[in-house]
């Protein structure tokens, strides 16, 4: 079939047409957090032909994510998510560029990361970071489609200052850290986070088209089953989308970030500007432990404890029980 013909089933579409297309071709979407819902949209744009993907996220592949992240498969267990996303979309549409950036993002990541975005598409599992984007978002005036799953449910909602209320104005305020149920301790349906990724990438499709967003909050029930849409209002007093302020994004530097990625997984991120020589780690902790590299990243085991650790400097540390110990066996075996 010739190449020109691998849209024909969209383009026969009157919402999309071959003019539509043609906007779709020319199009950088950036997907951060290729878990179950970046997996279900970045799969659905890239075989959609938006032009240019990037692919953002921090992890590995881990068997728990087999259940319901959908670009996986029991050989990539321990690679960096965004570097199998990626080999497995090129298979997918050779067509198009797609970028692997494993790498956390963070006020000092969120530049170079976001950078020429046309949308950004949140599959992140964190109200920090959608705060951060949603500054991003404002600040590049562009499109930002939300999304969350947990247990049975989950929402979309597809963001476009000054036209729609913003992630703020949704969630005003976060709420303490441990009140929110996680994947974690409620679970989660893989039905329910496929079907919110692939309404956002639906939204995404139509924000680049220049459809008018609905400014609803779609709330998906995937058991019962049931779509409701929520009209959200835009806040008069929005610190975000009103009155300008970039908290998130103008976050200072701190020496080391640490998150726990839930289970006895911790992300530390010395926060370092440019590469480390991941061969010259290598071999110093060859000393203390067992070493290999794996493509970009190097794996050590050492003492109980796994580090992953990727080329700028972040690892990802399995075996500790709280972050205080994540810090010191980074300081330990990485150094900061
Ligand atoms: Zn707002």
New binding site residues.
Partial sequence: MARADRYRRQTVLPEIGRDGQKVLSGSTAVIVGLGALGCVSADLLARAGIGRLRLVDRDVVELVNLQRQTLYTEADLDRPKADVAAERLWLVNSGIDIEAVPRDLHAGTAEAVLRSADVIVDGTDNLETRYLLNEAALDARIPFVYGGAIATYGMVFGIR?PDT?????LTPKPPPPGALPTCDTAGILNAASAQVGALQAGEVLRMLLGVPPSGDLLVVDAWRPEIQRIRVA??SD?????AGERTSLGAKKSQVLVSLCGGETVSVDPRHDGDVDLDALGRRLAKVGRVRRAGSILIVDADGRHLTVFPDGRALIRGVKDEAQARSVYAKYVGV
Avoid: E, Q, T
């Fill in positions: 200052s209320a913003c992630f703020r104005c835009r806040r929005c610190p975000a989308c009103v």
